[in-house]
């Protein structure tokens, strides 16, 4: 191993044997490959020279680190690269400097790597950690990749634990297996955070992913992934962005809560693909979260809520079957200015989707969603989703205003249909024009007065403001006084309605 590090050439000490070589089977691996960890630590933190013309590292296969390896505090300039290892003991990393360290495949008890600054990449991937990860406050140079990481809880029931985390460019946890809560509370990443085709699992407790205040300079990706039955030795071992034939795919899947309160996301939040199995109590809390795209094309949770109270996106990617129903939704104070969604979602379900998130009537979401239907141009759909708040509103009504408003929906659907006022008008207009013309009334000034007409009488009597040269010159009594009064005050609510419905679909926003 001293050798190898002055060349920078691998220190091989497995058997060559899938079985033999296997670092998370109960196989006991002898001293023929076992070194141990003080002499590992030795050579990081003092080593010898690299040998003229070469650059020294540590490359270790296969090999069994006994005792508790201790670089707290340290610096090591080596690159470090180990494969294949098996540590007796926990891996001690608190406020270490690595330029960068890659653990593959290597069974680990637990990493302790609190305020850890990497100026390279921190790689952990296809590893085995059985009492968690602490990254706390740690700085990563430039990738964090944990893909195929399998971690059990600690001792607090945390499976990885990374508050205050800052990788400067892309945190890549794909097909991740996590037991317990993952913590990333004002976590920082670069570039884009990919969870793609991740297991998280946390039954000890409320959230399986708890990173409120995470920032993401570009995507969170919590979406299903392509996988290679024939999966190579190098990252991405085997995952593919896009399905290929003969991939199987893999679904996110959160067994547990999930919360991104606060989050800042630069591009988009994408949910394609994803499943939760949330308990009554569990929410996927996405409150307050603001990017440019949020993509919720995922499987419908059973049970516990999603929640966008107070989120601010720009497009809405969704299908009307990835969302929960009634009383398993909030969005109040949600803002969204574009609609976007995949496959077949009609008005009707649209409107369902916004009852199911206000168990009590408000106004605020029917609104954003007519506001955002009359930006697109769709002005029919914008006062239907007008007319279904007025129909909730009235249910919180008293018994008078609700009948008042059974009213006003059955003859003019509150004013939103103006083709119906209309069509009443018409309809006593021809009324009022056939009861006048059986009715002969005397004038009021004999020799000032036009021929009478029932027809241009009755129109004169419903059309407020214009004047036809019918109504004041006839003087009508009794049960005939009646009709006109009734007449004029129709004439009078409809003609404003039809007014108040030409001028919404002369405006826009």
């Known amino acids: 191993m001293w050798r190898a590090f002055r060349t920078g050439s691998v220190c091989d000490l497995s058997a060559h044997a899938e079985d033999l070589d296997d670092p998370f089977a109960d196989r006991v691996w002898g001293p023929e490959r076992s070194v141990r960890a003080e002499v590992v630590a030795l050579l990081l933190l003092s080593g010898p020279p690299p040998v003229p013309g070469r650059v020294h590292s540590l490359k270790l296969r296969g090999a069994r680190i006994m005792g508790r390896l201790d670089l707290s505090g340290g610096s090591v300039e080596p690159y470090v690269e180990l494969q294949a290892c098996r540590f007796d003991n926990e891996l001690l990393l608190p406020e270490a400097k690595f330029t960068t360290l890659r653990l593959v ?72 297996e996590a037991y317990g809560e993952i913590s990333l509370r004002g976590a920082k990443v670069g570039v884009s955070m990919s969870l793609r ?28 992934v392509a996988v290679d039955s024939e999966a190579g030795s190098t990252p991405p071992y085997g995952i593919s962005n896009t399905p ?96 976007a969604p995949r496959g077949h979602f009609p008005l009707v379900r649209r409107l369902e989707w916004v009852e199911a998130a206000t168990p009590e009537y408000s106004p605020e979401p029917y609104e954003r969603l007519a506001a955002v239907l009359r930006n697109s141009g769709e002005d029919a759909d914008a006062r239907e989703v007008l007319l279904a708040k007025q129909r909730r509103r009235r249910e919180t009504l008293p018994l008078a205003a ?80 009646w ?20 001028s919404r679909l002369l405006r826009r926003g």
């Open 105 to 176: 495949r290597c069974a680990i008890p637990r990493v302790e790597a609190a305020r850890l600054h990497t100026e390279g990449d921190l790689h952990l991937p296809r590893c085995r950690v059985a009492r968690g990860i602490r990254l706390t406050d740690a700085q990563i140079g430039t990738d964090l990749l944990i893909s195929q990481l399998v971690v059990q809880r600690d001792r607090r029931g945390r499976a990885i634990a990374a508050d205050g985390m800052s990788v400067a460019q892309d945190f890549q946890a794909e097909m991740l």
């Open 402 to 481: 609700k009948l008042w408003g059974f009213l006003q929906d059955w003859t003019v659907a509150y004013g939103y249909q103006p083709g119906r006022a209309a069509l009443w008008m018409a309809v006593l207009w021809a009324a009022g024009a056939v009861a006048f013309s059986r009715h002969d009334p005397p004038a009021i000034k004999p020799d000032e007065h036009p021929e009478w007409n029932p027809v241009l009488y009755a129109l004169d009597l419903l059309l407020p403001v214009i004047n036809l040269g019918q109504d004041g010159y006839w003087r009508l009594a009794g049960a005939w006084q």
């Open 483 to 502: 009709v006109a009064a009734a007449l004029v005050l129709l004439g009078w609510i409809l003609a404003t309605t039809v007014a108040a419905g030409a």
């Open 197 to 224: 085709g991740a297991k998280l699992r946390n039954p000890y407790g409320r959230r399986a992913l708890n990173a409120p205040q995470l920032t993401v300079e570009r995507t969170l990706y919590l979406t299903s």
């Open 244 to 339: 290929v034939r003969g991939a199987r795919v893999q679904r996110f899947d959160c067994r547990g809560g999930l919360r991104l309160d606060d989050g800042r996301f630069g591009d988009a939040v994408d949910f394609y693909g994803a499943r939760f199995l949330l308990a009554s109590d569990q929410e996927v809390s996405l409150r307050r979260i603001q990017t440019p795209e949020l993509r919720f094309v995922g499987e419908r949770p059973e049970q516990g809520r999603v929640v966008l109270s107070g989120a601010k996106v720009v497009k809405l990617v969704d299908t009307s079957l990835s969302w929960p129903g009634p009383g398993g939704f909030a969005m109040d104070g949600f803002s969204y200015e574009h609609l």
